[in-house]
């Protein structure tokens, strides 16, 4: 009896103590549970802010490649390839041995919905940093015609939108660097793309331009004429085999013109007509192969320091490459390459030809080395050198070594 009174007793003392820290367990529980709640809407509030910012980040691209070279030129050249260091001596371009980036491009493109893009292009090179393109380009779905405004390639040929990086010669060919100088300007383009019978691609391709490209040192950014250039492009892919045909229709410019006795300054025509092929092939054990040809017939504003007939404000030039590369299994290709120009052709023996071939080591996906030789040949009428031979200059001994290692990202 005295037993269970004692045990009756103990348990009514104590009774409090356990209620109280069942009461203390309870809200140290609660406790916890809210501050693992807060954390857990705390981590998904920065996981919301983190996939916005991947979304957004998702939408920002960039890309590039850089061009670092090695060039051995005869003893005799007098200009530099376009965009090397430029020579107020003609002595300053001979004996080129050098060591250069001859070009370190970074491209930025924002594509804020499917049918909008804004894109920035910049280059880095032995000649400063400069704009290469900015524009804004955008689709309509329906008719999928996209329109770009700003600076960007001139749409004629296949070889001027080509990219450097994936160019099998270091440069352009001469035609092609000539009446295409920086190869961009600034205007409008519209295009749109088909798909015939299911399988074949025709892009039709149309553009206004101010006409004097980005490399015009004399206006800059300013147009100087009220005329506007056009361009029109259209282009086929059949499978093996891609063609397009191009036509230009503009009008340039002359300060100072005064071989044209009619007025000064004056505006001459500058129309060109271009045509260009690509043919892929496969062979057994070699691998892949493309041959590709493009040429150009213009009516050029005169050049003043050849005599033109007179009155002429306008000369007729010609310009045409062809290229062969093979791939010689995986890793390496072979490639060689014609390229022609002859500024007037009604002047005889004014042309030039310019020989090349090379190999090209494929390091991986993104690098590649390329040695390359060409030898340029100019003809009497054309050359510029100081050595004579009874009378007649001698062709300039100015064949050109370059080793390039290319890569992309």
Same mark, same amino acid.
Request: proline share 4%; no cysteine.
């Given at each position: 009896?005295?037993?269970?009174?004692?045990?009756?007793?103990?348990?009514?003392?104590?009774?409090?103590?356990?209620?109280?820290? %069942?009461?203390?367990?309870?809200?140290?529980?609660?406790?916890?549970?809210?501050?693992?709640?807060?954390?857990?809407?705390?981590?998904? /509030?920065?996981?919301?802010?983190?996939?916005?910012?991947?979304?957004?980040?998702?939408?920002?691209?960039?890309?590039?490649?850089?061009?670092?070279?090695? /060039?051995?030129?005869?003893?005799?050249?007098?200009?530099?390839?376009?965009?090397?260091?430029?020579?107020?001596?003609?002595?300053?371009?001979?004996?080129?041995?050098?060591?250069?980036?001859?070009?370190?491009?970074?491209?930025?493109?924002?594509?804020?919905?499917?049918?909008?893009?804004?894109?920035?292009? $910049?280059?880095?090179?032995?000649?400063?940093?400069?704009?290469?393109?900015? !524009?804004?380009?955008?689709?309509?779905?329906?008719?999928?015609?996209?329109?770009?405004? &700003?600076?960007?390639?001139?749409?004629?040929?296949?070889?001027?939108?080509?990219?450097?990086?994936?160019?099998?010669?270091? =440069?352009?060919?001469?035609?092609?660097?000539?009446?295409? #100088?920086?190869?961009?300007?600034?205007?409008?383009?519209?295009?749109?793309?088909?798909?015939?019978?299911?399988?074949?691609?025709? *892009?039709?391709?149309?553009?206004? !331009?101010?006409?004097?490209?980005?490399?015009?040192?004399?206006?800059?950014?300013?147009?100087?004429?009220?005329?506007?250039?056009?361009?029109?492009?259209?282009?086929?892919?059949?499978?093996?085999?891609?063609?397009?045909?191009?036509?230009?229709?503009?009008?340039?410019?002359? +300060?100072?013109?005064?071989?044209?006795?009619?007025?000064?300054?004056?505006?001459?025509?500058?129309?060109?007509?271009?045509?260009?092929?690509?043919?892929?092939?496969?062979?057994?054990?070699?691998?892949?192969?493309?041959?590709?040809? =493009?040429?150009?017939?213009?009516?050029? +504003?005169?050049?003043?320091?050849?005599?033109?007939?007179?009155?002429?404000?306008?000369?007729?030039?010609?310009?045409?490459?062809?290229?062969?590369? %093979?791939?010689?299994?995986?890793?390496?290709?072979?490639?060689?390459?014609?390229?022609?120009?002859? #500024?007037?052709?009604?002047?005889? /023996?004014?042309?030039?030809?310019?020989?090349?071939? &090379?190999?090209? !080591? $494929?390091?991986?996906?993104?690098?590649?080395?390329?040695?390359?030789? /060409?030898? +340029?040949?100019?003809?009497?009428?054309?050359?510029?050198?100081?050595? *004579?031979?009874?009378?007649?200059?001698?062709?300039?001994?100015?064949?050109?070594?370059?080793?390039?290692?290319? !890569?992309?990202?």
């Amino acid at each position: 009896m005295r037993g269970l009174l004692k045990a009756v007793l103990t348990a009514v003392l104590l009774a409090p103590t356990s209620l109280w820290a %069942q009461d203390a367990a309870t809200d140290s529980l609660k406790e916890r549970m809210s501050e693992t709640a807060d954390k857990i809407a705390g981590i998904e /509030e920065r996981l919301g802010i983190a996939e916005t910012d991947i979304a957004g980040l998702k939408k920002l691209k960039i890309s590039g490649y850089v061009q670092a070279r090695y /060039e051995y030129h005869d003893d005799a050249s007098s200009a530099p390839l376009q965009g090397t260091v430029s020579t107020s001596s003609s002595n300053q371009g001979k004996l080129l041995n050098r060591f250069f980036i001859r070009r370190g491009r970074v491209k930025t493109t924002y594509q804020a919905t499917p049918n909008a893009l804004g894109v920035v292009y $910049f280059d880095g090179s032995a000649s400063g940093v400069s704009l290469k393109e900015a !524009y804004v380009a955008v689709t309509e779905p329906r008719s999928k015609v996209t329109a770009t405004l &700003g600076q960007f390639n001139w749409l004629f040929g296949y070889e001027i939108s080509f990219s450097s990086s994936k160019r099998e010669f270091p =440069e352009r060919a001469r035609w092609s660097r000539t009446l295409f #100088p920086g190869e961009r300007d600034r205007g409008i383009k519209l295009e749109r793309p088909f798909l015939l019978m299911g399988k074949y691609n025709l *892009t039709l391709q149309a553009g206004v !331009y101010n006409g004097n490209g980005i490399e015009d040192v004399g206006f800059g950014v300013r147009d100087p004429n009220k005329w506007k250039d056009f361009i029109a492009r259209a282009a086929f892919g059949l499978g093996h085999l891609d063609f397009g045909l191009s036509g230009y229709w503009g009008k340039q410019f002359n +300060p100072s013109d005064s071989a044209i006795p009619v007025q000064r300054p004056s505006t001459s025509d500058k129309i060109r007509y271009g045509a260009d092929a690509q043919f892929f092939y496969e062979l057994p054990v070699l691998g892949g192969g493309v041959l590709k040809a =493009e040429g150009v017939l213009a009516e050029e +504003p005169k050049n003043q320091s050849k005599p033109f007939r007179s009155l002429d404000s306008t000369r007729n030039a010609a310009g045409l490459h062809a290229v062969w590369a %093979q791939n010689l299994k995986e890793k390496f290709q072979w490639i060689s390459r014609v390229d022609f120009y002859d #500024p007037d052709r009604d002047i005889d /023996e004014d042309h030039f030809i310019t020989y090349g071939f &090379g190999l090209i !080591y $494929f390091w991986d996906g993104a690098s590649k080395l390329k040695l390359v030789y /060409e030898l +340029p040949k100019s003809f009497v009428n054309s050359r510029s050198g100081t050595v *004579t031979v009874n009378g007649v200059k001698e062709d300039e001994k100015d064949n050109i070594l370059t080793l390039e290692w290319v !890569y992309t990202f």
